[in-house]
């Protein structure tokens, strides 16, 4: 299993870690933010391709910010597979 460790650029939350194991997310854990969005959208991703997870979170934006948590997610997905 690889745990991607990534600090978030842009947004509340302060680290991001995503477990995963054979291309499938296995856990996320997120420090500061909005903690119940992060819980839910840390649950919806158990399970999912690393793959769909950036094709469904990348480009989200939070307000006027020019990215948001899921966007800083898929961003941390990204860099891991780079």
Do not use: F, H, W
């Amino acid at each position: 299993m690889e745990t991607i460790k990534y600090s978030p650029k842009g947004v509340c939350s302060r680290s991001m870690e995503i477990d995963v194991e054979g291309g499938v997310i296995q856990a996320v854990r997120v420090n500061g933010g909005c903690s119940g969005n992060l819980q839910g959208i840390s649950s919806l991703l158990k399970g999912m391709t690393v793959e769909d997870a950036i094709a469904r979170m990348e480009g989200i934006r939070c307000g006027m910010k020019p990215t948001s948590c899921p966007d800083q997610l898929a961003q941390a997905l990204k860099s891991a597979r780079a």
